[in-house]
């Protein structure tokens, strides 16, 4: 039994964070599924633009738009690439009643300030895929959330992406069950719904590492934690609102709790094992989506010892009280982190999109 068997006889869902024509053509993909328990896969803009800019497996279809709109280029290319991942996690997706066998695409990132257009797309890209194993993500920006909460309503499953804060958790939480309660009105059966959370997870160290690092003496003894506290008090909230009255009578009539999802787990200091942000959040019930290298490494290396989420939550307590001690706010770093990780993904769609119209004018 590997490591990643072990990690999901936990409850905990492995999905790959990556997505390319080539994983698909070569079965690379479908490998990853039958040996290292991958059962979902999210994208985001950063990875498109990567594997697209490549070209591998794309230059046919590229051909095919030459002189036309990049956009729409793009468009096809990506929503194909998850057509096509949805029919391999199709059996997947059955087994699992709807949890699993899903795989993301992110609304074009340029909208993440605007709720209508925001909406619009979300629709567009689950009719253009077509595929009930799709996931479209929404960032949580204050206009995504009632994006969210419209997109849910029309019967659509959500990814929601760049959660920071537990606040903003929180209000995601809430914009999920509003769109339930809207769905319910309209008479769509509630458990053709599914919704993850992603929590972001390194980015949060990374950032506070830096600041603990200016203020030196005894807050050094806090780099490493700060992310990991945040996220357990995220899947404490998750539990009080996924057992309230509100949701319960949802879930009498077939509605499925959002389950957190923990996204950026790759670690981005060589100093901390590369596979923290897997071993010390395994818990009933979650996703943790992985880049290659985090996946490798929990195959090789990962030291699983049981539920490490639940029982917690005290202790994380006390991580975020001294940051606060230490004159940093968590408040701070997730607004800005989550500033950061709009105009990352805008920034890679750009490029994405200068890529192929440079490809397609030549």
């Known amino acids: 039994m590997t490591n990643l068997k072990k990690l999901s006889d936990e409850g905990v869902s492995i999905w790959l964070d990556d997505l390319s024509r080539s994983r698909l053509t070569t079965g690379n993909l479908q490998s990853l599924i039958e040996e290292k328990s991958v059962v979902g896969v999210t994208t985001n803009p950063s990875i498109f633009q990567a594997a697209i800019s490549a070209g591998d497996g794309y230059e046919e279809q590229l051909a095919s738009f030459a002189g036309g709109s990049a956009e729409k280029a793009v468009e096809a290319m990506t929503t194909d690439d998850v057509r096509a991942a949805c029919d391999l996690f199709a059996e997947i997706y059955s087994a699992t009643g709807g949890e699993d066998g899903r795989v993301s695409i992110e609304v074009d990132p340029r909208l993440a300030r605007e709720t209508d257009a925001t909406v619009e797309q979300a629709k567009s890209l689950w009719e253009i895929v077509d595929r009930p194993n799709a996931l479209i993500k929404i960032p949580a920006t ?101 057992s309230s009255p509100r949701f319960t009578h ?3 009539q077939g509605a499925n709790r959002q389950r957190p999802l923990w996204a950026s787990t790759g670690t981005k200091n060589p100093d901390y094992s590369p596979t923290l942000y897997v071993d010390e959040l395994v818990t009933r019930g979650v996703v943790n989506t992985m880049p290659e290298a985090t996946l490798n490494a929990a195959f090789d290396g990962s030291v699983l010892r049981g539920d490490t989420v639940r029982g917690g939550y005290d202790e994380a307590r006390t991580v975020l009280a001294d940051l606060a001690r230490a004159g940093i706010s968590l408040a701070d770093v997730t607004d800005k982190l989550e500033e950061e990780g709009v105009a990352k993904f805008e920034e890679s769609w750009n490029s994405l999109l200068e890529t192929v119209k440079d490809k397609l004018d030549s």
């Open 142 to 242: 204050p206009e995504g959330l009632p994006a969210i909460t419209q997109t849910i309503a029309a019967g659509i499953s959500v990814n929601v992406t760049l959660i920071f804060s537990l606040d903003r958790y929180r209000a995601v939480a809430e914009a999920y069950i509003d769109g339930l309660e809207q769905a319910a009105e309209a008479g769509i059966d509630l458990s053709t719904i599914h919704s993850v959370a992603s929590v972001f997870i390194s980015r949060i160290d990374a950032e506070v590492d830096k600041r603990l690092e200016e203020v030196g003496g005894d807050a050094l003894d806090l780099r490493g934690k700060v992310a990991l506290a945040n996220a357990r008090l995220m899947f404490e909230a998750y539990e009080e609102i996924f």
């Open 250 to 252: 949802l879930a009498e």
